[in-house]
């Protein structure tokens, strides 16, 4: 069974920066991939950013240039930078884990970005 731990959330002015961190308790390289989506008030979950096993990683035009993805193969996490916040990011950010030998879609409990104008 995957278990994600999430943390790094809080609250934030505009402009200002955080950090994601999602910690698995396997390899990160388990993963066919791993990806932060967020879910705003009212609206649907979307993604945010997604790192595959190869590497490639892939943003949401909303946030490309600010979010950066990343691993930390020691931490088994994958990490979000956030920088240049908004309030616009204001929502609670999940992180997900896909893999298909065996198959998994496992969602992390959310987390809280908060940032005010």
């Known amino acids: 069974q995957v278990q994600l731990v999430e943390s790094g959330g809080g609250l934030v002015q505009a402009g200002g920066s955080l950090r994601l961190s999602c910690r698995a308790n396997?390899?990160?390289?388990?993963?066919?991939?791993m990806a932060w989506y967020r879910r705003a008030g009212g609206k649907e979950r979307e993604l945010v950013a997604g790192?595959?096993?190869?590497?490639?990683?892939e943003y949401a035009e909303a946030v490309k240039g600010r979010f950066t993805i990343s691993r930390d193969v020691g931490q088994n996490s994958v990490d979000l930078q956030m920088n240049n916040l908004k309030p616009e990011d204001t929502a609670v950010y999940y992180c997900?884990?896909?893999?298909?030998?065996?198959?998994?879609?496992?969602w992390g409990q959310g987390t809280q970005v908060t940032v005010s104008s």
């Open positions: 396997r390899s990160v390289f388990s993963a066919n991939s």
């Open positions: 997900n884990y896909v893999s298909s030998q065996p198959v998994y879609d496992v």
């Open positions: 790192i595959t096993r190869g590497g490639a990683t």
